[in-house]
């Protein structure tokens, strides 16, 4: 639980970032044509959603709906091409917090420490680091909280809850 408030300092910078990024580009809109053709080349899976999309508004709010805490690309890469130049501070600003949050985060969880290795097969290489929780975030959390954690620990995660109540 501990670690609870630490996942939603950073998931409140993520969304202060998306705010402050939104702003920026509606200050200055692209066409929306030129923006729907960069996201779908992109990402092709969002073609549908975009067709529905009849304002830069709306168009943002499907790109940031693609970003995660840890993938911001989609974003950063509309920014970058359409050079919105206020807005790559937010950017900026974002990945060097999410990054501070992260070392401190493993600093936390003692994510430096060697692990042994699983005796039963020494060509086994990758491991997998276990984190019990006794509170349960919902399934965008989750998502998240287990990216924050591979990103920290450069391990695979398993993620198991606990019951606090009687």
């Not at 206020?86 to 950017?91: H, L, Q």
């Not at 919902?138 to 809850?161: H, N, R």
Request: charged share 30%.
């Amino acid at each position: 639980m501990s670690i609870s408030q630490e996942f939603s300092s950073i998931r409140a910078s993520f969304g202060r970032m998306q705010y402050k990024v939104h702003k920026a580009i509606l200050k200055k809109p692209p066409v929306i044509e030129d923006i729907k053709l960069l996201i779908i080349s992109c990402n092709s899976n969002v073609k549908a959603k975009l067709a529905e999309c009849n304002d830069i508004s709306s168009v943002v709010h499907v790109i940031e709906g693609e970003c995660s805490l840890t993938d911001i690309e989609l974003l950063e890469t509309v920014v970058e091409e359409f050079e919105v130049t206020e807005a790559e501070r937010y950017i900026e600003q974002y990945k060097k917090e999410l990054e501070e949050s992260c070392h401190s985060l493993s600093v936390d969880l003692c994510l430096k420490e060697k692990f042994d290795a699983v005796n039963t097969s020494p060509s086994v290489k990758c491991e997998t680091v276990s984190y019990i929780f006794d509170w349960r975030p919902d399934e965008k959390e989750l998502k998240d909280i287990a990216d924050i954690l591979a990103k920290t620990s450069g391990k695979l995660v398993e993620i198991q809850f606990i019951n606090t109540g009687n």
